[in-house]
């Protein structure tokens, strides 16, 4: 069975930084590319960073700079860094795994406000 749970998230505030993880189950980590992506209301989801089955990590970018991908295949788990948050931050972020399947989290609320 196919998992993918997100950690991390909360309400922040502007200026601060959060660490999202993502443990997944149940595929072979090591062969997928896995994204962060986000949810804000009203919008669509949008890609903020992935990271390939050969581990190069790419940011979108506009969060350069402010955002970092990771990952951890011996922990089947991939890591969002996100700095200096702002207020356009705010959103629900969702974890992806791409290959042969197409698999995503359930979410985690980031809010940023003061």
């Known amino acids: 069975q196919v998992q993918l749970v997100e950690s991390g998230g909360g309400l922040v505030q502007p200026g601060g930084s959060l660490r999202l993880s993502c443990q997944a189950s149940?595929?072979?980590?090591?062969?997928?590319?896995m994204g962060w992506y986000r949810q804000a209301p009203g919008k669509q989801r949008e890609l903020v960073a992935e990271?390939?089955?050969?581990?190069?990590?790419n940011v979108i970018d506009s969060l350069k700079g402010r955002f970092t991908i990771t990952r951890d295949n011996a922990k089947a788990s991939i890591y969002l860094q996100m700095n200096d948050l702002k207020v356009d931050d705010s959103a629900v972020y969702y974890c992806?795994?791409?290959?042969?399947?197409?698999?995503w989290g359930q979410g985690t609320q980031v809010t940023v406000s003061s």
């Open positions: 990271s390939t089955r050969a581990d190069h990590a």
């Open positions: 149940g595929f072979v980590f090591s062969r997928y590319t």
């Open positions: 992806r795994a791409q290959y042969t399947g197409d698999f």
